[in-house]
Antibody, heavy 118, light 107 residues
Framework: QVQLQESGPGLVKSSETLSLTCTVSGGSISVYYWSWIRQSPGKGLEWIGFRYYSGRSDYIPSLKSRVTISVDTTKNHVSLELNSVTAADTAVYYC????????????WGQGSQVIVSS | SYVLTQPPSVSVSPGQPASITCSGDKLGDKYVCWYQRKPGQPPVMVIHEDSKRPSGIPERFSGSNSGNTATLTISGTQAMDEADYFCQAWDSNTHAVFGGGTKLTVL
């Protein structure tokens, strides 16, 4: 059974870089689109962007200048880097799998809470 | 930007049907997915492509989408269905958009 598990620092200082890793276990990272999605306190889910295993990527315009999603097929990892963070980036961050670039997210991780401190 | 609107909360008695709506401009022209999230658990896809149930999802979950509104219906709602539900679609730029979420309470 394929599982996704996010990991990374729970606390990041303002203006620094948020880095999270999603470990894919029980299955291959290839063929799929890998997204990061977040939920800030009191708000709905927000899609950040995706990376296809072979390289194609796309990001939400409001975060495009600060975000990078990468895929490491040798380690079965999907990574998120978000730089110059502010309190507005405080959220639970989820990684999620999709079969296509515009299809459903058929598998999600548990989520990783990140707090940005001043 | 494209916006999906859900009611913040819906209450239902056990055994009764529950309906959760999701509204967006010409939403019926897009495919809608629904996700269930229980406390401490990852979201689970319960409906995709408007009305298709993934393997393992009970038959009491169904979906429809027409005009500006998509609807998730749970027939014979059970206590275990109490959760947050989110609708999701893709906008014209192929960016995923989510509704604000609906907390379903089974009284």
């Amino acid at each position: 059974q394929v599982q996704l598990q996010e990991s990374g620092p729970g606390l990041v200082k303002s203006s620094e870089t948020l880095s999270l890793t999603c470990t894919v276990s029980g299955g291959s990272i290839s063929v799929y689109y890998w997204s990061w999605i977040r939920q800030s306190p009191g708000k709905g889910l927000e899609w950040i962007g995706f990376r296809y295993y072979s390289g194609r990527s796309d990001y939400i315009p409001s975060l495009k200048s600060r975000v990078t999603i990468s895929v490491d097929t040798t380690k079965n990892h999907v990574s998120l880097e978000l730089n110059s963070v502010t309190a507005a980036d405080t959220a639970v961050y989820y990684c999620a799998r999709g079969l296509t670039g515009s299809g459903p997210f058929d598998l999600w991780g548990q989520g990783s809470q990140v707090i940005v401190s001043s | 930007s494209y916006v999906l609107t859900q009611p913040p909360s819906v209450s239902v008695s056990p055994g009764q049907p529950a309906s959760i709506t999701c509204s967006g401009d010409k939403l019926g022209d897009k495919y809608v997915c629904w996700y269930q999230r229980k406390p401490g658990q990852p979201p689970v896809m319960v409906i995709h492509e408007d009305s298709k149930r993934p393997s393992g999802i009970p038959e009491r979950f169904s979906g429809s989408n027409s005009g500006n509104t998509a609807t998730l219906t749970i027939s014979g709602t059970q206590a275990m269905d109490e959760a947050d539900y989110f609708c999701q679609a893709w906008d014209s730029n192929t960016h995923a958009v989510f509704g604000g979420g609906t907390k379903l309470t089974v009284l």
